[in-house]
């Protein structure tokens, strides 16, 4: 995206919805909009918050210029038009951290100024958060099955090329240890990592005889310390090769097809037996976060993680919503049925024993004071990220969120990192009443 | 993307097998890779090509200039470094048309050139062809299952920002009437649409009596012919207040929640006992393929379609790889298990009756004659897309290949077109042996 506009990553409605407000005089009532969702996927324990600095950055792109304003020209009015030429965001927006956990309810997201003003960022907010946190949130339960053995995120080929920059991003937030997305290397500084194609094999075996030169070749322009792709043939023979090729110092191999368990046992066993006993097995192959905990037992050291990281294993998209719950000081809520939303500008805390394992998060509203029930800590969740249309000076690093995820993970109470169906890990109470639905 | 290298959206092993064999002499080998998917998703009948014009169109971006060069001197010798200051793609790819039809093993790319210049592109090519063909796919069966009325795509909130762009491209092509996404508008051309807003309703109805307030704004800024969203509070009475306001003239009104069938046949009663016979009825509200079909008898004159076609409706990416089968004129095939693939060089007929039904599809060997039996028309299915590294001349326009998509869907047979799982709506047959897997 770099430098150029975000702004026509709008649905047309919020500019019409726009070109009515200016012109019937409601377009600057004060009012607040709120990001949430009223579910977790799939039956999933806990959510987490990922997009946040991607949006904050799109968002010092949002303006207008002449390109913009061609294309909206054609169902806009002239005063309309003239307005989008002055506009920058010049409003406030608090949010949870990026890496931090949400639930069915949490306010994860608060935009306030204009109406004029916050209704225009409501796609580009949930593309951003709908996508970024899909992809965290399943990439964290990876990280939770893969028991602290590294993945390596791969999955750029199956999913938009800009997507995937964007989810290699988030894998890593996740607590991925790196990514072969280049593009994401360069923008975002995740660690790189590579390792072997079946291609390179090909191409030196043509007369079906030779993968060793294949070895070769890698081995000699990558040194020992590569991956040799073992499987393309027949997998014993293609161990035999690679340390014959590379010897017992050979820095690892990979197996991308078959039972992947069986086959690491085995592979494990044949290294060990050819003394090369530090080489690690690299495993990959349609791994999600059930076949990665499947494989806890086995010799495995690296999981490659391709498509089901990217697609947020089995759900895309992280059902975020972005909804009008003030205006001019006043609640207000849609009563539609199935989605109804609870009005009032809201904050929200966590509370945790002394031990550190959370018990609940408390929405309040946000001109009230927050709870803090006798011998729980209390933690403010909402942190301010734009101040004036301008960003606040203290947005964490990648690894800043990174780290923060980490240590949250410890803090869940432990059903909440089983990887089967259930409720979300803690409860979200709200602190006026009892009549919001949060699922 | 713009004129922005797409150089990086690469995978970082495609570059270290570059210099390993740039280093052993085997980087100048003739290749072909091909482009094929091993299965449709989920039981599908036909899957869509999509994105080939956006890949051409990428592959004139692809070039190392200093910010990409920089990032890949962190792992790579000096060599490879000059190499690719150098480089640009100068082979020859074919492909299948956009908007054509593909099954399991359907060769749908054919690039080729030397293993350097063809290696590089494997990411960059299936990003884009999985993505935008799971998305074409998706929609293809949601056009077939609402029977000629027109639908929105309105998913850009559902999907990264970027993605959401491809989507409604790849939707339109699909035969989806207009999109949401301004920045599609912009880029492609794709119609623009917008409806109304529930925050629009919210903003005018903080003493929640006065939803009237909210359609008045919207009529007198749009007029008469907008579209009233009518599912805030009481639809019943929004419909009431709405034919009020606009008057029997008005254009449309949306419904966005409860059971869509119902409502749809309360509100056309309604609408007709007020006069407005003429004003429309948009639905949407998590609507994929089946909840569409099943509205089939209903009094829907619009469909609003969101999350499930931008994330392809339970298959988010087509599962299509990029295979090497050829070094140097002879054969290559990986025998991982599972993972088979088929060397050589290939093309693809279709063939039909002359009642123009499909029958089935014959790939061969590209060096040998294409199959044309008698009594069946043959359709030849690759065509051009890049000659010495430039793009052919005559790419086909969106509106072209949406045309071509729609005739194409005349020609299944007719269990083809149908939901539910099942086989491939024609089979795929290789001209010259059984040995393939197309499961």
């Not at 600095?53 to 806009?76: P, Y």
Request: hydrophobic share 40%; aromatic share 6%.
């Amino acid at each position: 995206m770099s430098s150029q506009s975000s702004a026509l990553f709008t649905d047309q409605y919020e500019l019409t919805m726009l070109s009515a407000a200016l012109a019937d005089g409601s377009a600057n009532r004060r009012c607040c909009f709120e990001v949430f969702a009223r579910h977790l996927p799939d039956g999933r324990r806990y959510g987490v918050v990922a997009g946040t600095s991607r949006l904050v950055s799109a968002l010092s792109n949002f303006h207008f210029g002449d390109a913009e304003i061609e294309v909206v020209s054609r169902f806009l009015d002239a005063a309309t038009i003239g307005w989008l030429r002055d506009f920058r965001f010049s409003g406030d927006i608090d949010g949870y951290r990026e890496g931090d956990f949400y639930f069915p309810g949490s306010p994860i997201l608060s935009v306030r100024g204009t109406f004029a003003e916050c209704v225009l960022l409501e796609t580009l907010s949930l593309s951003i958060l709908n996508h970024d946190s899909a992809i965290a949130s399943a990439a964290a339960r990876m990280v939770s099955a893969a028991d602290g053995r590294p993945m390596v995120e791969m999955g750029a080929r199956r999913t938009h090329e800009e997507s995937a920059v964007a989810a290699a991003r988030a894998a890593y937030l996740a607590g991925f240890a790196s990514t072969s997305n280049l593009e994401a290397v360069r923008r975002y500084g995740v660690p790189g990592a590579g390792t072997a194609a079946h291609a390179f094999t090909l191409l030196h075996t043509t007369d079906r005889t030779n993968e060793a030169a294949a070895f070769r070749g890698q081995v000699a322009a990558l040194g020992v310390g590569t991956t040799l792709l073992v499987d393309t043939y027949d997998i014993t023979n293609g161990v035999k090769t690679a340390v014959e090729v590379a010897g017992p110092e050979l820095g690892a191999v990979r197996i991308d097809s078959g039972d992947l368990g069986v086959l690491a046992r085995q592979v494990r066993n044949q290294l060990d037996d050819l003394g090369a006993t530090a080489t690690k097995i690299v495993v990959s192959g349609d791994l999600d976060e059930y076949a990665i905990a499947a494989l806890r037992s086995d010799p495995v050291d690296v999981y490659g993680v391709g498509t089901s990281v990217v697609v947020g294993s089995g759900a895309p998209t992280a059902g975020m919503v972005y909804k009008l719950v003030e205006v001019d000081g006043i609640p207000v809520e849609k009563r539609s049925s199935n989605k109804a939303s609870r009005g009032g500008s809201k904050r929200a805390v966590r509370l945790s024993r002394d031990t550190g394992t959370l018990v609940e998060e408390v929405v309040y509203p946000a001109h009230a004071g927050a709870p803090h029930p006798a011998g729980l800590e209390a933690r403010e969740l909402m942190v301010p990220l734009v101040r004036g249309g301008v960003a606040t000076l203290d947005t964490p690093t990648l690894e800043e969120s990174r780290s923060y995820l980490a240590a949250g993970l410890v803090s869940l109470p432990w059903e909440g990192l089983r990887l089967s169906h259930g409720e979300p890990a803690i409860p979200v109470r709200f602190a006026d009443s009892g009549s919001w639905r949060v699922r």
